[in-house]
């Protein structure tokens, strides 16, 4: 199931962009093998198994990889696959005897996918950083915030994950592609701070024609217009309008009972303030929604995957009781398989490592050497082919 079905991808389990990244390739069918730690959850949070919605759909293999025999079998590992995610400080892998040189001298065709905040050179390489940090230094979190306020932190969603995971998994697909032409491997280095800087393109592009100031709340795009903007209702819940264009602010004004007007100053606010509180968010969405308005409710994590629309597309899933947003992008021809929930760690070692070639052998000595671990629920279950 998933366009990506018969790739084989060896994630090295991190926390945040590294895992989402291979949390896509495994929604469109790739078969991921995720090499977790023995113990240490590595989740940056106290987090049970069953919610690390980031680790769904692939089998968590427990791997020692400061014990010899458990660096042979990552590298045997990484020699059957055609791509690799890590996400470690630049030098780890090499270190350990996975890094590229080492892979791809084994495996030509592979595919190394490195994830790091700063990129794998440069005078920040080596130095600790989040998702906050990486957007700041991409000169995108500057210009996010309200007139007057300091720079809002928008989730750690812009360098993370659309920066970060994003860019990594897009270059990691087209240097697949490539290798299915040249029959060679080569290393994509995705930096969070580069792909935060090039989701700002447009907004750089602006700047540079003299039409996006520098100031915060100021902009078209960034709350400095009334037309663009979240309002509070009479129940205290919010709504958003965006129109933009004249043709939908017509369409928002006629409803509204006030006539169009270009004006987009404090007056305009204060009157779309006053108006918004005077009805109920779903007394709003029964007049709004659905029209050429630019109109959508802010909904809440709890209430957004009832939403009639949402439902209608099935944009979320439930999987062992955890509600969670489906894969996406949508095929026609080779759509995704519904997500499996998260494993354990070591929850899949016996049966991935089977599935990937390893024989039983083999496991049962990793294991009785400490090489390998199995979540406890597996231990003594017999060996799946």
């Known amino acids: 199931m998933g366009p990506l079905a018969g790739f084989r991808i060896v994630e090295f389990a991190g926390i945040g962009p590294g895992p989402f990244a291979a949390m896509l390739f495994a929604d469109l069918g790739a078969d991921v093998i995720r090499l977790d730690r023995l113990t240490a959850s590595g989740l940056g949070v106290d987090m049970p198994a069953h919610f690390n919605l980031l680790a769904r759909s ?5 791997l020692d990889l400061k014990h010899a025999d458990g660096i042979a ?19 780890t892998m090499e ?5 590229p040189d080492e892979a791809l001298r084994r495996n030509p065709r592979l595919v190394y996918g490195r994830m790091t905040g700063w990129g794998q050179s440069g005078p920040l390489a080596q130095a600790a950083g989040h998702d906050l940090n990486y957007l700041a230094l991409a000169g995108a979190l500057h210009a996010i915030g309200r007139a007057g306020s300091k720079p809002t932190p928008p ?10 995971a994003l860019y990594l998994a897009f270059g990691m697909a087209c240097a697949m592609v490539e290798a299915q032409r040249s029959g060679k491997g080569q290393v994509v280095d995705a930096a969070m701070t580069e792909g935060a800087a090039s989701l700002m393109t447009m907004f750089y592009g602006l700047y540079a024609a003299g039409m996006h100031k520098l100031e915060r709340g100021t902009n078209l795009l960034d709350t400095g217009s009334a037309i663009y903007e979240t309002y509070e209702c009479a129940d205290g819940r919010f709504v ?10 017509e369409v928002l004004f006629a409803r509204l009972g006030l006539p169009t007007t270009t004006d987009d100053g404090a007056s305009l606010r204060g009157k779309l303030e006053a108006l918004f509180k005077t009805r109920t968010r779903d007394e709003w969405c029964a007049l709004l929604e659905g029209t050429d308005a630019c109109f959508a409710p802010v909904l809440s994590m709890a209430e957004a995957p009832r939403h009639p629309h949402n439902v209608a597309r099935g944009s979320f899933v439930e999987v062992d009781g955890v509600i969670q947003p489906s894969p996406a992008p949508r ?19 016996r049966s991935a490592l089977a599935a990937w070639g390893i024989t039983g052998e083999r496991i049962e000595t990793l ?12 231990k003594g279950k017999a060996q799946s082919s």
């Not at 590992?77 to 400080?89: C, N, Q, S, T």
């Open 95 to 99: 270190r350990l005897g996975l890094g």
């Open 367 to 378: 294991l009785a050497r400490g090489a390998l671990a199995e979540a406890p629920g597996q």
């Open 73 to 91: 079998l990552a590298g045997d590992l990484v020699a059957k696959a055609d791509a690799l995610i890590e996400g470690f400080r630049p030098g």
């Open 155 to 164: 989730l750690n969603l812009a360098a993370d994950f659309g920066g970060g």
């Open 58 to 62: 692939r089998p968590s293999v427990a």
């Open 240 to 249: 958003s309008i965006a129109p933009i264009e004249l043709k939908f602010r």
């Open 331 to 349: 095929f026609s021809r080779t759509p995704s398989a519904r997500p499996t929930p998260p494993q354990e760690q070591g929850g899949g070692t």
